[in-house]
């Protein structure tokens, strides 16, 4: 799966870390690293975190072609 999340947007919760931390990390208080390339074993973790967003920075690919986050399938 392939994430890209919106550095603008994001305010450094780190909601994502702590609940996929093998694919999301703070560096330092502010700067968000995680992995672009995530495994599809960590889809479950990354979804939590994708949901868990206060701000709906991350956007998910499910490889066809299509981004995804919480309000394009219909939940808040």
């Known amino acids: 799966m392939r994430l890209v999340v919106d550095l603008n947007r ?3 919760y780190a909601q994502c ?4 931390p093998d694919v999301f990390a703070m ?3 502010e700067s968000l690293l995680y992995d672009p390339q995530a495994s ?3 889809r479950e973790n990354v979804e939590r975190a994708v949901h868990a967003c206060p ?3 991350i956007l998910v690919d499910a490889m066809n072609g299509s981004l995804s986050t919480p309000e394009a399938s219909g939940e808040r």
């Open 10 to 12: 994001c305010q450094g």
């Open 17 to 20: 870390a702590f609940l996929a």
């Open 27 to 29: 560096h330092g208080d």
């Open 40 to 42: 599809d074993d960590q």
């Open 55 to 57: 701000v709906r920075a």
